[in-house]
Structure formats: C-alpha cells, structure tokens
C-alpha cells in the first residue's frame, strides 16, 4: 500500500527511555517505559516507532532483562527503528549485541542489523542517522544523506545549541547546529538526548527533541500527511495507555491550534480526566495550570 492510496504515514517518535535504569532502591520494572511508548503507538495506529538514542541506560544489564526487552519488541511485531546513543553505544559489549536485539525480525537498529538508513518502500520513506559507536565525540548529523525517497526522517541524538561554532571548544558533548538541521532537508528531524520535549531551530525545518517519556509523560506522533504536509503532536501517555480511544481522538487532535502549540512547547507531566465524555481537561506543566476547552 504506497502513499497515493493512504492518508499519512504515522511515525511514533521517543528516546532516552533508559531501560534498566541502576536505581538499587527501587524495585519498579526497569522495563516500564518500553511497553508503554509501544502501547501508545498501537493507540495512534502509527507505522513506525523510532527511539532516537539511550533506549538503555548502560551495557550493565542482566541478559535475563535484555531478553525480555527483546520479546516485548518481537510481540510488538510492527517496525522499531533504533538509534544507539551515548548512553548505549555499539561497543563490542553493547546490550544490543550481548540481547540479540538486532535478530528480532521487526527490529531495525542503525549500525548493527541496519546500515545507517532504513528504507520503506510501502511508505515511500527514509530513516537515517548516525549511531554513536563508543562515548568519544561525535557529530550526530554529519554528512546528511540525499534524499532518495517522498519522505525522509533524520534521527540524532545530541546537544543542540544555537550559538556559532567555538573553535577552541575542548569538548564537542556531540553537539547539533542550526545549519546542520536546515542542511539534513529533511521533512522531520528527530532529536534525543534531552529529557524535555521541545522543537529546536527556527522553523525551517521540523525538528523536536522527544524527551524521555518518564519525564514527560508523552511521545512525539508525526504525521506525513498525502497533501504534502507535516503534523507533530504530543499526546499524553497516561490518556493514551488508559482512556477509550473515541475520547482519545477528541482530546488529541480537535484542540485548537493554539493549545496544540501549547501543548508541543511545554513540557506536560500531568493530564488528568474525569473520562467523561463532555468533560474539561485540566494540562498541567511545570509553569502554568490551564484548561483545555473541549
């Protein structure tokens, strides 16, 4: 099914989920992001999920975990597209290597199982990026690839910073500038490495950092719709995972342009419902407490 017979492509977007968090005095699932950031894909019927960086927090993990890390991918049975990041890198210890990760048939990760570009023909689509292979410096979106394909998606995972290139800057802390996002050409850039979710750059092309789903509470939906066109929401995972989906659709993409700027700009934490049908929606960030009419 190509483009010309479909309405948009959907692509689940989210990183720095850092399964398997050493946290000694807690005994949650270090798994629990996972599952979640899946379900929520299947809630929005996306085609693609793509966790830009940290999906793991280090190599120390128990091969008990990365195996069951593996199954909950292989039960998702849709495409994953991963990206290693500095937290996760290809090492020759990588839990990528060690958890067979990249023997799981619906998984693509970029530098092991995948070159650094993972074509979709049925979608007419491109996802490219440059793995972090060890924790040196880098430069996360080097030598952007032509385009080949209607759609084309850049995945990096590093520090953006808006400021001219310093010189005599000692450490690079794999750093993304504005000249290289608008040079990727891309329809979406997809950033990981910071915990908020934000859109970066000026404008002339779509580029969002995730930010980790623990903190946030969301994921990034983007839509190549047939007209051409490119939309980026931030639905919340707690509403995704728990409410039926009729009010799901209601709350997500009837909102006004306003509140839906607002809600791509700010950081959410908490969304909280009444699971009414005829209800108010109450958004809360770490700044403001507003209502969002519906």
């Not at 120390?60 to 500095?86: F, H, S, T």
């Not at 440059?130 to 995945?155: C, E, G, V």
């Not at 520090?159 to 050409?185: C, F, K, Q």
Request: one cysteine or more; aromatic letters at 8%; proline letters at 7%.
């Amino acid at each position: 099914m190509y483009m010309d017979s479909r309405d948009e492509v959907v692509i689940v977007h989210s990183s720095d989920l850092h399964l398997g968090t050493d946290d000694s005095f807690s005994d949650r699932d270090r798994l629990a992001n996972l599952p979640k950031v899946l379900g929520a894909a299947t809630e929005v019927k996306a085609d693609i999920v793509l966790l830009a960086g940290d999906s793991f927090d280090n190599h120390r993990q128990p091969i008990d975990l990365l195996e069951r890390a593996a199954q909950i991918l292989r039960d998702y049975n849709k495409p994953v597209v991963i990206l290693p990041g500095n937290h996760d890198p290809l090492t020759p210890d990588s839990v990528y290597r060690r958890g067979g990760l990249g023997e799981v048939s619906n998984v693509s990760i970029l530098g092991l199982n995948a070159d650094k570009a993972v074509v979709f023909p049925e979608f007419e689509l491109e996802i490219w990026g440059h793995p972090h292979f060890d924790y040196t410096d880098m430069s996360p979106l080097a030598n952007p690839r032509p385009r080949t394909t209607r759609w084309q998606l850049a995945a990096a995972h590093g520090h953006y910073v808006d400021e001219a290139r310093d010189p005599n800057r000692m450490i690079g802390s794999w750093l993304i500038h504005r000249e290289e996002l608008l040079a990727t050409g891309a329809d979406y850039v997809a950033l990981g490495h910071w915990n908020q979710c934000t859109p970066v750059g000026n404008g002339e092309v779509n580029a969002h950092y995730s930010g980790s789903p623990e903190y946030t509470g969301t994921v990034n939906v983007i839509r190549f719709k047939k007209d051409g066109t490119v939309e980026v929401g931030k639905p919340c995972l707690q509403l995704l995972n728990q409410m039926p989906q009729t009010i799901l659709t209601s709350i997500y993409w009837h909102l006004p342009d306003t509140d839906v700027l607002t809600l791509v700009l700010l950081p959410l934490t908490v969304i909280s419902s009444s699971r009414q049908k005829q209800t108010r929606f109450i958004g809360i960030d770490h700044r403001i407490l507003r209502p969002l009419p519906f």
